[in-house]
Every structure is written in structure tokens, then in C-alpha cells.
């Protein structure tokens, strides 16, 4: 396997990794909503480090699509889970 192969099967990789770990904030929302308040402040800075990283892969030159996909679940439920927790 070529070095330029790996590193790209590595981002997608990264990418199904980290949309499960976006996605696993569902039962905090679930809590949240059943009136077991969870933290506001990890998934609010889960939420900004998203959208951060959601700009950076679609306004570089070549959209880099791994980062794209990885963290837009993030943006969701991250704020989603924050928000729920006030």
C-alpha cells in the first residue's frame, strides 16, 4: 500500500470514528430531556471545535470531505446536547 493510499484510508477511517462519537451524544440529549441535565460546556466546545474544523474542510481549495463528514454530526449534536443541558 502506497503512503498516499494509507493516509486516505486513515481519513476515512478517522471520519466513521468520529461520527459515532458525534452520534453517541444522543442519549445525553435523551437525558437532557427527560430532566437529568448533562454538562453544557463539553459538548458547546465539541460544537465550536465542529464548526471549526466543518469550515476548514469546505473552504479549502480541495474540499476535504473526510473532515466534512466527520464533523458535521458534531455540529449538530453537540450544540443539540448543549443546548438540551440549560
Not at 503512503?3 to 444522543?26: A, D
Amino acid at each position: 500500500m502506497t503512503k498516499e493510499k494509507f493516509f486516505g484510508l486513515l481519513g476515512w477511517v478517522g471520519m466513521v470514528t468520529s461520527v459515532l462519537m458525534y452520534v453517541f451524544y444522543f442519549p445525553q440529549i435523551q437525558q437532557n430531556l427527560a430532566g437529568n441535565k448533562g454538562s453544557f460546556i463539553q459538548p458547546f466546545m465539541a460544537g465550536i471545535n465542529c464548526t471549526l474544523w466543518l469550515g476548514y474542510g469546505l473552504f479549502k481549495k480541495d474540499r476535504d470531505w473526510p473532515i466534512v463528514i466527520a464533523n458535521s454530526p458534531g455540529l449538530i449534536f453537540g450544540f443539540l446536547a448543549a443546548f438540551t443541558s440549560l
